[in-house]
Nanobody, 121 residues
Framework: VQLVEAGGGVVQAGGNLRLSCAASGLTLSSYALGWVRQAPGNEREFVAVISNSSVDTSYADSMQGRFTISRDNAENTVYLQMNSLKLEDTAVYYC???????????????WGQGTQVAVSS
Protein backbone atom coordinates (compact mmCIF):
# COMPACT_ATOMS: atom_id res chain seq x y z
CA VAL A 1 0.00 0.00 0.00
CA GLN A 2 1.34 3.41 -0.91
CA LEU A 3 -0.12 6.86 -0.47
CA VAL A 4 1.74 9.73 -2.11
CA GLU A 5 0.86 13.34 -1.38
CA ALA A 6 1.62 16.21 -3.73
CA GLY A 7 0.77 19.85 -4.20
CA GLY A 8 2.43 21.42 -1.20
CA GLY A 9 4.53 24.54 -1.46
CA VAL A 10 4.91 28.11 -0.33
CA VAL A 11 1.91 30.41 -0.60
CA GLN A 12 1.10 33.85 0.71
CA ALA A 13 -1.52 34.27 3.39
CA GLY A 14 -4.93 34.41 1.78
CA GLY A 15 -3.85 32.21 -1.08
CA ASN A 16 -4.98 28.77 -2.12
CA LEU A 17 -3.43 25.36 -2.60
CA ARG A 18 -4.76 22.02 -3.73
CA LEU A 19 -3.21 18.90 -2.30
CA SER A 20 -3.61 15.48 -3.82
CA CYS A 21 -3.03 12.00 -2.49
CA ALA A 22 -2.60 9.16 -4.95
CA ALA A 23 -3.11 5.64 -3.66
CA SER A 24 -1.77 2.38 -4.97
CA GLY A 25 -1.93 -1.15 -3.70
CA LEU A 26 -5.45 -0.81 -2.37
CA THR A 27 -8.94 -0.23 -3.64
CA LEU A 28 -9.50 3.31 -2.52
CA SER A 29 -13.27 3.04 -2.72
CA SER A 30 -13.20 0.60 0.20
CA TYR A 31 -11.76 3.14 2.61
CA ALA A 32 -12.49 6.48 4.15
CA LEU A 33 -9.64 8.94 3.58
CA GLY A 34 -8.39 11.57 5.93
CA TRP A 35 -5.98 14.47 5.99
CA VAL A 36 -3.92 15.19 9.08
CA ARG A 37 -1.31 17.88 9.56
CA GLN A 38 1.62 18.43 11.88
CA ALA A 39 3.33 21.72 12.52
CA PRO A 40 6.83 21.87 14.02
CA GLY A 41 6.73 21.18 17.72
CA ASN A 42 3.05 20.29 17.63
CA GLU A 43 1.14 17.05 17.73
CA ARG A 44 -0.65 15.73 14.70
CA GLU A 45 -3.92 17.52 14.09
CA PHE A 46 -6.97 16.19 12.28
CA VAL A 47 -7.90 18.24 9.21
CA ALA A 48 -10.66 16.49 7.27
CA VAL A 49 -12.05 13.08 6.39
CA ILE A 50 -14.27 11.79 3.62
CA SER A 51 -16.26 8.57 3.55
CA ASN A 52 -15.62 5.94 0.90
CA SER A 53 -18.70 7.01 -1.06
CA SER A 54 -18.07 10.74 -0.55
CA VAL A 55 -21.46 11.07 1.12
CA ASP A 56 -19.98 12.15 4.45
CA THR A 57 -17.26 14.66 5.19
CA SER A 58 -15.99 16.15 8.43
CA TYR A 59 -13.63 19.01 9.11
CA ALA A 60 -11.76 20.41 12.04
CA ASP A 61 -13.45 23.58 13.25
CA SER A 62 -10.60 25.83 12.16
CA MET A 63 -10.75 24.49 8.58
CA GLN A 64 -14.52 24.44 8.19
CA GLY A 65 -15.53 26.68 5.33
CA ARG A 66 -11.98 27.12 4.05
CA PHE A 67 -10.94 23.55 3.19
CA THR A 68 -12.76 21.06 1.01
CA ILE A 69 -11.99 17.36 0.84
CA SER A 70 -12.99 15.35 -2.20
CA ARG A 71 -12.09 12.11 -3.88
CA ASP A 72 -12.05 10.43 -7.25
CA ASN A 73 -12.25 6.70 -6.69
CA ALA A 74 -11.77 5.98 -10.37
CA GLU A 75 -8.42 7.78 -10.17
CA ASN A 76 -7.63 6.40 -6.70
CA THR A 77 -6.99 9.95 -5.54
CA VAL A 78 -8.19 12.17 -2.74
CA TYR A 79 -7.87 15.95 -2.75
CA LEU A 80 -7.75 18.76 -0.24
CA GLN A 81 -8.61 22.20 -1.57
CA MET A 82 -7.31 24.80 0.84
CA ASN A 83 -8.53 28.37 0.45
CA SER A 84 -7.86 31.54 2.42
CA LEU A 85 -4.74 30.06 3.91
CA LYS A 86 -3.46 31.45 7.18
CA LEU A 87 0.00 31.50 8.71
CA GLU A 88 -1.13 28.88 11.20
CA ASP A 89 -1.91 26.46 8.39
CA THR A 90 1.81 25.96 7.90
CA ALA A 91 2.50 22.26 8.48
CA VAL A 92 3.28 18.96 6.87
CA TYR A 93 0.05 17.51 5.52
CA TYR A 94 -0.49 13.77 5.48
CA CYS A 95 -3.20 11.64 3.94
CA UNK A 96 -4.21 8.35 5.45
CA UNK A 97 -6.85 5.71 4.95
CA UNK A 98 -9.10 4.14 7.50
CA UNK A 99 -11.62 1.34 7.71
CA UNK A 100 -13.64 3.39 10.17
CA UNK A 101 -14.89 6.80 9.13
CA UNK A 102 -14.05 9.28 11.83
CA UNK A 103 -11.91 12.17 13.00
CA UNK A 104 -9.65 10.15 15.31
CA UNK A 105 -6.42 9.79 13.37
CA UNK A 106 -5.28 7.04 15.72
CA UNK A 107 -7.61 4.79 13.75
CA UNK A 108 -5.97 5.60 10.45
CA UNK A 109 -4.06 2.74 8.87
CA UNK A 110 -1.67 3.63 6.07
CA TRP A 111 -0.05 7.03 5.84
CA GLY A 112 1.71 8.93 3.10
CA GLN A 113 5.06 10.63 3.55
CA GLY A 114 3.53 14.07 3.78
CA THR A 115 3.78 17.28 1.78
CA GLN A 116 4.98 20.57 3.22
CA VAL A 117 2.73 23.61 3.15
CA ALA A 118 4.27 26.93 4.15
CA VAL A 119 2.13 30.05 4.38
CA SER A 120 4.03 33.31 4.34
CA SER A 121 2.97 36.81 5.36
Amino acid sequence: VQLVEAGGGVVQAGGNLRLSCAASGLTLSSYALGWVRQAPGNEREFVAVISNSSVDTSYADSMQGRFTISRDNAENTVYLQMNSLKLEDTAVYYCADTNIYGTDSRLYLYWGQGTQVAVSS
